[in-house]
């Protein structure tokens, strides 16, 4: 997604941020996708179908689960965890993936197209596709493809393509746009559904409203168990899927502080980080205009974390509005400080999340001793860990892998 275009929407922007920056090549097709969704998102058929696989299929509502014992150890807030590591497939990105491919099959396609960073949007993909009986490629870096090797396996035992991308520096950005470069090629039968909150309108705007199921549940469920609203949600931020599903009902709750945490990896002062808000600045890129890890020439930096989930050079528009509006709160979290927490997790609470969540953990467990215990936090748990087992296990100098 090189050749930009100009900006083609005027309305549906967030703030300076969002819009519609797009090839020629796939200008007809994206628009066919928004009136698509304009069409369906408000139809009470199509909603049913979506909640009745959401509840069904993908096992929601996920728990609102009391964390006693961390909350007790930590000796502040009462927490929360926002369980979307149990759902079916062991993440949030069912529900995005749910939701999209319901539109491509109302709009006729029997293709599904996906970019995969960790391999848990892959996955999902893959799993709808089969369900669905639709046929399922997915673009996934040659890098993460090497560090993520269960997840590939996962991918075509489901019985999707999986190409290794080898472009660029052969992450998440790149998986992007070889899959972007797929779409333009074959739009007939084919729909890419995106996996985070980023692209070109009108994706921010479905997965915003596909993952905003989190906020709505985990809303009631806090009702139902303190009779009041959180003081502060926390959620970690790749593309920033999780995070907006996980804030989106309590946005115009003023009193609840919204808390996105990024990958600082080795630092947010040093060239080794994904930490976009903190330290991008306003660019163009996959689509959208937004915050990014740039240089002085526009180009894309380099990005580095432990977690494949979260090196993503961008955020979503949405969030870069927060930002600036002060709405939310976007703090750096560094690779230590997310093993400490993967390890903390499992041994306090029993729970191996995944990598990526443990940034908005790690978080937790210094802002919670700082609150006072009728105070509430409510964290997400974004995913399960299983698939970081061997990357943490090699952070501590121990090869599980022969
Ligand atoms: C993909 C992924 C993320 C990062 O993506 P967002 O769009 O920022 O949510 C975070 N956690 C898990 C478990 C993931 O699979």
Not at 143 to 153: I, M
Not at 274 to 281: H, L, M, W
């Amino acid at each position: 997604m090189k050749e930009m275009q100009k900006d083609t929407t005027d309305i549906r922007k967030y703030g300076q941020f969002g819009g519609q920056y797009i090839p020629e090549t796939l200008v007809n097709e994206i628009n066919a996708v928004s009136k698509a969704y304009d069409r369906y998102k408000n139809d009470p058929e199509f909603l049913a179908e979506f909640h009745d696989l959401l509840n069904n299929y993908a096992n929601r509502p996920s728990l609102l689960y009391y964390a006693e014992k961390m909350s007790k150890d930590l000796g502040g807030a009462k927490i929360y965890l926002k369980r979307e590591d149990l759902n079916h497939t062991g993440a949030h990105k069912i529900n995005n993936v749910i939701g999209q491919a319901l539109i491509a099959k109302r709009m006729g396609k029997t293709r599904l197209i996906a970019e995969t960073g960790a391999g848990q949007h892959g996955v999902a993909t893959a799993t709808i596709a089969a369900l669905f009986g639709m046929e399922c490629e997915i673009f996934m870096g040659k890098k993460d493809t090497e560090r993520q090797k269960l997840n590939v396996y996962r991918m075509q035992l489901l019985g999707a393509k999986v190409h290794a991308v080898t472009n660029g520096s052969m992450v998440l950005k790149d998986a992007v746009n070889a899959t972007m470069q797929e779409w333009a090629s074959r739009v007939d039968d084919t729909f890419y559904i995106l996996g985070s909150a980023v692209g070109p309108y009108p994706f921010p705007e479905m997965v915003h409203d596909f993952q905003s199921v989190i906020s709505k549940e985990s809303k009631q469920q806090i009702l139902e168990a303190e009779g009041k609203l959180p003081d502060m949600v926390v959620a970690c931020v790749g593309g920033g899927s999780n995070a907006i599903g996980s804030f989106a009902d309590y946005i115009d709750d003023e009193g609840v502080q919204l808390i996105g945490c990024e990958a600082a990896g080795k630092g947010v002062d040093t060239d080794q980080t994904a930490a976009t808000i903190e330290r991008g600045s306003v660019g163009i890129f996959h689509g959208m205009k937004s915050l990014f890890l740039q240089n002085d020439d526009g180009q894309i930096d380099k990005v580095y974390s432990i977690s494949a989930g979260l090196d993503y050079p961008g955020v979503g528009p949405e969030h870069a509005r927060l930002a600036e509006l002060k709405r939310a709160q976007y703090v750096g979290i560094t690779d230590d400080e997310a093993v400490n927490a993967f390890e903390y997790i499992a041994k306090t609470e029993g729970i191996i999340a995944a990598i990526e969540s443990c940034h908005a953990l790690a978080y937790v467990q210094k802002i919670a001793p700082k609150m006072s215990k009728d105070q509430i936090i409510v964290c997400t748990v974004s995913g399960r860990g299983d698939k970081d087992v061997s990357s943490i296990a090699k952070y501590r100098g121990v090869d599980i892998d022969d």
